[in-house]
């Protein structure tokens, strides 16, 4: 991955903290790392953990955000998620799985930023 591709990465994720902070959201961990896998941001909302894929562009032309986050990638969010789980013991805590999709400038300066919630559900296969 290219310097400028993981640059645009961490500020999408920094302004996603921000606006999930603002949003009443408790930031677990950042880029949670296992065998499986990384996670770009866990947080809790009340009693429950979320799991949240930060997409980040500074153009559409290959799409809107949200879109790489594909069948494979949510497999893979899955797993390190339940790695998580496991570590933490909280495999009874609700949880789900978000995508925090961010549009910014060519100037790296926040356009859109647009949170789906239950973006998919847990898949083991």
Do not use: W
């Not at 100037?107 to 919630?117: D, F, G, P, R």
């Amino acid at each position: 991955m290219s310097h400028s591709k993981i640059k645009i990465g961490k500020i999408g994720e920094t302004l996603a903290i921000q606006y999930l902070k603002g949003q009443g959201y408790h930031m677990l961990e950042r880029n949670y790392r296992c065998p499986f896998g990384e996670i770009d941001l866990i947080a809790q909302q009340n009693r429950q953990i979320v799991f949240i894929e930060v997409k980040t562009r500074r153009s559409l032309k290959f799409g809107i955000p949200q879109a790489a986050v594909t069948s494979t990638k949510q497999k893979r969010i899955s797993q390190v998620a339940l790695n998580y789980l496991q570590i933490h013991d909280l495999l009874n805590a609700p949880c789900r799985f978000d995508v925090i999709a961010i549009l910014l400038s060519h100037k790296a300066e926040l356009i859109k930023l647009h949170q789906i919630e239950n973006a998919f559900e847990f898949r083991a296969e």
